[in-house]
């Protein structure tokens, strides 16, 4: 069909810069979350100029689809992580002595959890 040449001529004629941004995503170990982001930013950036994503890069060899989708997921999971602990500080603190210190003791305890889980992620990114 037209439309799968037209892919194919759109991956052949954008061969060498996926080829290099193929061996820059294969090669990446972001730092850190901000590093991370700042990555997939400039990944889909590039990505975002194809005519179609999936099918120019299914003409591509070798490209890392599996690894760009688990770096948005990652990405992902990381806001989500950040907007629930941003959530759970604006919960009210409570006096120590209060009878209600069971309530906060949960709320402090999702803030922790979030942290938690968001320094296991930050290390598997590493």
Known sequence: ??????????????????AD????????SPADARSLREFIEKIDEVL????????????????PGAKVEAVRELCHLLAELDEMARAARQWPRLDPN??????????AAVAWACDEERGKISRFAD
């Open 48 to 63: 975002a100029s194809l005519s179609d994503e999936r099918e120019v890069l299914r003409r591509v060899d070798a490209w």
């Open 21 to 28: 941004l193929a061996r820059e995503i294969r090669r990446a």
């Open 98 to 107: 209060s009878r209600a210190l069971r309530s906060s003791a949960k709320a």
């Open 1 to 18: 069909s037209s439309l799968a040449a037209g892919f194919d001529r759109e991956a052949e004629a954008r061969a060498p810069l996926l």
